[in-house]
């Protein structure tokens, strides 16, 4: 049986918002272990962790959503190092 095109919209949707889950729970695992990391270090373990193919672009806007959250702050001396808050 085939998907509608809106089952198929929903299907993406879904899809989307459970990777979105997945970065934002290996980007808190990653610096709960570190601590402090930079931004290089971080997308690179990000990419070896993660199963699926993503951006980077995608990767930043995670990094920003969990600063807004209150999870990672950037280093007050250098903007490319993350802390780990929470």
Known sequence: MKETVEE????????FQ?????????I???????????HTLLITELFQQLKF???P???????????????LERDKSN???YNYLA
């Open 28 to 38: 808190v695992r990653i610096m709960k272990t570190r601590k402090v990391l930079s």
């Open 8 to 15: 198929n919209a929903s299907t993406t949707e879904r899809v």
């Open 53 to 55: 193919p993503i951006k």
């Open 57 to 71: 672009a995608d990767l930043k806007k995670r990094i920003e959503s969990l600063i807004d959250r209150e999870y």
């Open 79 to 81: 903007p490319q190092i």
């Open 18 to 26: 459970d990777r979105q889950y997945q970065i934002d729970a290996a």
